[in-house]
């Protein structure tokens, strides 16, 4: 006996069959819809060297002309697991340490005092 997935998927979730045909088509016709856009998605990030995320990735499709919101670009990179390696760079710093020895007091002064204000 077949059982056809569609009906199975209705009864589990307790859908009606409009909401589920609805769903189904509306679903497949995103996917259609997008198909030229993915290519062009996974081109940039390749042509990149994997280095753009998915604001640079809108602006180099708006770029071409293609009008497309940047969340859909960010679905759309997800879905398809293009993700940037941030590589950890190493900080500044300007601290060298001690660059000279200590200075000899050559004229022998006295910088210490007994009591405050009272050299």
Known sequence: ??????????????????????????????????????????????????????????????????TVSEKIVLRIMKEKNLSVLNIKRKKHSSHKGEISSEVENVIERDFHADKPNSK
Do not use: C, P, W
């Open 1 to 66: 006996m077949f059982i056809h997935l569609g009906s199975i998927i209705i009864h589990f979730f307790h859908l009606k069959i409009n909401k589920y045909l609805i769903q189904k088509i509306t679903s497949a016709k995103i996917n259609r819809d997008y198909y030229n856009l993915r290519t062009k998605i996974k081109d940039a990030f390749n042509e990149s060297s994997s280095r753009y995320e998915y604001r640079r990735i809108h602006s180099v499709i708006k770029s071409d002309g293609t």
